[in-house]
């Protein structure tokens, strides 16, 4: 079982060859076929969960030499820690739900929707476990492309223009974060590093400027997946032209790319510059959780408005990722696989809706709970999840998010965004109630099915995880913990470097001139050169760490 | 009577060009005997002689014998280069005959040319004198002259071979000026003795004649590989000459150019090296920048496909502007992938279009996708290379290529590099949209694949495809290449 990660990883490529060999006239063997590979590919995922122990340690390691030639050495050194194999367990736990909501939704060219599904499946699932950047770097671009056919091909009416926008848009973030990476590699030649292996690069110490420069080129790559205002602009358009399943996908793990970036390379690689650009960070998450927020409660579309709600998510993800605290990392985590389950469910919602209307406009709708009481009761629960309800998903991360950031540097941030999570309130309690609630005066609502037996059991996974994840978070908290710990001590800054942040250097106006007078001068003379600064960064970190001393 | 004496000379470093030489002059004898009729015996032949070729040339990896008083060389430089145009060769053997068949130009004489013009680039890459690789462009020139405007019943032909002509043999002028002025200054053509003279003045770049030679040396190998400002011929010559010569054109010539360039650049000049690498930073950057905005506005495949591979020798001259190992091996590697690569997108441009070159337009590929999922799945597959997605060698080439510029501190000229490749990005997928996502009521029953062009689609497939996946098996020998130049 030594490779069990990449059985996980490269069971849908299998999948793929099997696919090949079936006609493509019968449509049912290739439809059963991908579901069956991804709920092996899912089980296999949790044999893997099940021998995962908890501690901060990469997993299931695997490295043997790929590629050699000359300055460069890259690996297939691939592993999971806390926080990578929950979203893992994420990809594989949302395929077999994206593979069963396109039984009646996509009628033509069923075989190669089922080949980009599983090839987007290796995809994902090779960018999280990636531990060479290089290899990372291969997955994130080969994920692109059963992406942009599956707008481009089974998409709406303006899909071309929606697929092309996708793919230029993550493509010119990477490329400059290629040029980041092959410096990096550079850089860490010069400190005796020899191959791509992520972990040794922790340990790098770069120059500030070096760092705002990396920092900058990855950070760009990844705002633009995840996406942050203003680089926003391509999820709209892809979320509105892609078919259900590519939505889904999209939104439950394609975006979470963004942010795993963040927590894997950008932070605890370039940890001072992260530090130094927290609060412009911060302002854009902000911005994007409440002007996507309002946006999206002026949209017309049911899908539109999802995938703005989706923008601002992701922006509160963002806040408690650069909380660089235990509690808003956590909850930044959470709240990634809470939107996974959330907002690929209400991308089913939606798709459920459309499938049998064939519009998304919200003024088609209206009273179809009385026609639809499943559908209403299910869609309810979703909606709360999203909104953020005590005892749904959504209000565990959405709390530790808040609770994180208020306590770190980002206090200011944390109370402007909180308006969001009422603001979330408005726009989605208010579509649910102008579906679902008041007159069923279109005729043709009034002749709507409620969900069939197959509908049901793609909802039912997902409406238990909310509840599961909402009510009991503690094992999922539990495994990820001592990855986060771990990422929040890389993340936590050096002395020597803490220097350069204004916001901490006012904090130590009293300790910092002591620390760098000589040594023969009365009262720095009895301590060490290097404690001062020490205790003088535990103010501004403690409380970080450990913010329970507090209450 | 003192005795004329004739130096020993070792016939093993031009071998190939030997057997080359003589079966194209086979050819030409069996066409004259065999006026008519078919052709396609000759394009067999001809592959054959290519693969029996290749393995000659194989056969010499890992030694170095000079011969003909250093005047040329056999290395692993020269045996790399040579594999890279007997590649391109053979995908353009491969792909001729069905193609001159359907646009009534099937003459015999087309297959010696081809060779010849391997002869000439072989030449060029195992030349150390400045004479040698002077022979040698010319007589890839000429050839390839005759190949441009080889159907002559087709104006575009004509006027592309005319075109190349005259501002081909323009260029050359320039570089044999600047390959005299260069013996002006130091009374050699010898590439090693010119490195020699040049290595031991104390200041190189003062001296003006030098430097001027070295210019216009440049100048002249930039318009051979199409580098902007002196690509102005490019589009229209590849519009016009017939298709698998415009494949065969872009690879070929192109790869030759930067043989000689590098051997000449690195042996002879590595002294005036701050100099030469600050004139090829805006040469990379302009070629890049040139080539890959102009091909976003072009309708037809073929015009894409020449504005695009400006823009793939400007990525190649960013590895030489870089000049330093990982660079270099970036040019061989990336030079044998673009073969592959943009022979293979070709001969599908070739499949897709009818008789006369219509049906050549972007707008003409809707629907391939579904209707012949094979063809545009290969398609695909080179665009994907083209445009430097992984996993595929065209991918792993500009990795190299702009590693090169990042590890000698051009950092911005690899941003540029970078940006340029999101730019072509769509151009690349502007073909793919037509082929997946438009619906068109063609049905591509003219689409016949002959076995000769499905070999050269499958040989050019894996060779797009295997090495952006286990690079390896290609670097390592791109690597030696460089190494013992």
Same mark, same amino acid.
């Given at each position: ?141 080969? =994920? ?32 400059? =974060? ?133 923008? #601002? ?155 599961? =994840? ?73 409380? #970080? ?7 | ?25 086979? %050819? ?119 190949? !441009? ?30 390959? !005299? %002025? ?76 930067? !043989? ?56 190649? %001259? ?28 070709? !001969? ?138």
């Amino acid at each position: 079982m030594s490779n069990v990660l990449s059985l996980t990883t490269f069971l849908p490529i299998l999948g793929v060859l099997l696919l090949l060999f079936i006609p493509k006239d019968s449509k049912g063997v290739l439809r059963n076929v991908t579901l069956a590979v991804t709920v092996v590919t899912f089980l296999v995922s949790l044999i893997m969960l099940a021998g995962f122990q908890t501690n901060a340690e990469f997993q299931f390691v695997e490295n043997v030499p790929w590629i050699a030639a000359g300055p460069f050495i890259m690996r297939y050194n691939i592993g999971i820690d806390g926080i990578s194999i929950w979203l893992v367990i994420l990809t594989t736990f949302i395929m077999p739900i994206a593979v069963l909501s396109t039984f009646t939704a996509v009628e033509e060219k069923v075989k190669e929707y089922m080949i980009c599904l599983l090839l987007l499946e290796t995809g994902m699932l090779g960018a999280f476990i990636s531990l060479d950047l290089f290899l990372f770097y291969i997955f994130w671009e080969v =994920m692109l492309i059963p992406m942009y056919f599956m707008i481009g091909i089974w998409g709406g009416k303006n899909k071309i223009y929606a697929a092309v926008k996708f793919f230029i848009y993550t493509m010119v973030g990477s490329l400059l =974060m290629l040029v980041a990476l092959v410096f990096l590699y550079f850089k860490g030649m010069e400190a005796g590093i020899h191959d791509f292996g992520l972990i040794q690069f922790y340990n790098l110490k770069l120059d500030m400027a070096t760092q705002i420069w990396l920092f900058l080129a990855f950070a760009f790559a990844f705002a633009i997946k995840v996406p942050m205002f203003p680089l926003h602009t391509w999820l709209p358009d892809a979320h509105t032209e892609a078919p259900t399943a590519g939505s889904v996908i999209l939104a439950a793990v394609l975006l979470k790319m963004g942010t795993y970036g963040y927590v894997r390379f950008a932070i605890p690689l370039f940890p001072e510059a992260a530090h130094k650009f927290a609060p412009l960070i911060a302002t854009l998450a902000v911005i994007g959780i409440i002007y996507a927020a309002l946006v999206a409660m002026v949209q017309e579309d049911v899908k539109k408005l999802v995938a703005y709600s989706s923008v #601002a998510h992701l922006g509160f993800v963002m806040l408690g990722v650069f909380a660089f605290n235990t509690e808003g990392i956590t909850g930044g985590m959470l709240q990634m696989l809470n939107h996974g389950i959330s907002t690929g469910a209400l991308f089913l919602i939606v798709g459920f809706i459309y499938e049998r209307r064939h519009t998304r406009l919200i003024t088609d709708f209206g009273g179809l709970s009385k026609q639809m009481p499943v559908f209403a009761t299910i869609f309810m629960i979703v909606t709360f999840s999203s909104v953020g309800l005590p005892g749904t998903n959504g209000f565990v991360g959405e709390f530790l998010i808040l609770l994180g950031a208020f306590e770190s540097q980002l206090r200011w941030f944390t109370v402007v965004a909180t308006s969001g999570v009422i603001l979330s309130a408005v726009y989605m309690l208010w579509v649910f109630q102008r579906v679902m609630f008041g007159e069923l005066d279109n005729p043709k609502n009034q002749k709507l099915l409620d969900l069939n037996g197959r509908e049901i059991a793609i909802m039912v996974p997902l409406v238990v995880m909310i509840f599961v =994840m909402g009510l009991y978070p503690k094992p999922f908290i539990d495994k990820m913990d001592p990855a986060i710990k771990k990422l929040v001590a890389q993340a936590r800054i050096t002395p020597a470097n803490a220097q350069m942040m204004p916001a901490v250097n006012q904090m130590q106006m009293p300790g910092a001139p002591q620390g760098q007078m000589p040594a023969g001068h009365q009262g720095g003379g009895e301590m060490p050169t290097g404690h001062p600064g020490m205790e003088n960064s535990s103010p501004q970190t403690s409380p #970080a760490v450990n913010p329970h001393n507090a209450k | 009577m003192d005795m004329i004496l004739i130096p020993a000379v070792n016939m093993t470093p031009i071998l190939p060009e030997i057997f080359l030489s003589v079966l194209a002059m086979a %050819l030409l004898l069996i066409n004259v005997f065999n006026p008519g009729g078919q052709k396609s015996y000759l394009a067999y032949v001809s592959f054959i002689g290519i693969v029996a070729t290749a393995i000659l040339v194989g056969a010499g990896w890992g030694s170095h014998i000079e011969s003909f008083s250093g005047s040329v060389v056999l290395d692993n430089f020269a045996t790399f280069f040579k594999m890279i145009f007997l590649v391109a060769a053979g995908l353009a053997v491969l792909i001729s005959d069905s193609y001159m068949e359907r646009e009534g130009c099937n003459h015999g004489e087309l297959y010696p040319l081809i060779l010849f013009t391997v002869v000439g680039m072989m030449l060029m890459a195992s030349g150390t004198d400045l004479m040698t690789i002077f022979l040698g462009l010319e007589v890839m020139s000429i050839a390839l002259y005759v190949l !441009a405007g080889f159907n002559r019943a087709n104006k575009k032909s004509n006027e592309a071979g005319l075109k190349y002509f005259l501002l081909g043999s323009f260029s050359t002028g320039f570089m044999l000026y600047g390959m !005299a %002025l260069i013996y002006g200054a130091t009374g050699t053509t010898r590439l090693y003795k010119i490195a020699a003279i040049v290595g031991q003045m104390t200041l190189p770049s003062a001296n003006i004649l030098l430097v001027a030679g070295m210019l216009l040396m440049m100048t002249g190998f930039a318009f051979k590989v199409a580098a902007a400002p002196f690509h102005m011929w490019t589009p229209d010559v590849y519009e016009g000459a017939p298709t698998p010569m415009t494949a065969f054109m872009s690879a070929g010539p192109k790869a030759a150019g930067f !043989a000689a360039l590098l051997r000449i650049f690195l042996v002879a000049l590595p002294t005036l090296q701050v100099e030469w690498s600050q004139v090829l930073w805006v040469l990379a950057a302009l070629t890049m920048t040139v080539g890959n905005i102009t091909a976003l506005r072009q309708d037809n495949i073929k015009r894409v496909l020449a504005y695009s591979s400006i823009a793939h020798a400007g990525y190649a %001259l960013v590895g030489f502007t870089a000049g330093n190992g990982t660079g270099t091996a970036g040019i061989l590697f990336y030079m044998l992938s673009y073969a592959f690569m943009n022979i293979g997108a070709f !001969a599908i441009v070739i499949l897709v279009s009818k008789k006369g070159e219509t049906n050549g337009n972007v707008s003409d590929f809707a629907g391939l996708g579904f209707k012949r999922p094979i063809l545009a799945l290969a398609m695909t597959l080179f665009l994907f290379s083209l445009a430097g997605v992984p996993p595929a060698a065209g991918f792993i080439g500009k990795f190299y290529l702009f590693s090169g510029a990042i590890q000698k501190g051009y950092i911005w000229l690899a941003v540029i590099g970078v940006l340029n490749s999101a730019a072509s990005v769509y151009y690349y997928l502007r073909i793919m949209v037509y082929m997946y996502f438009k619906e068109s009521t063609e049905d591509f029953a003219w689409v016949q694949l002959t076995a000769p062009v499905a070999l050269a689609l499958i040989i050019a497939a894996a060779g797009t495809l295997i090495p952006g996946i286990v690079p390896s098996i290609i670097l390592q020998y791109a690597q030696m290449a460089v190494k013992l130049m």
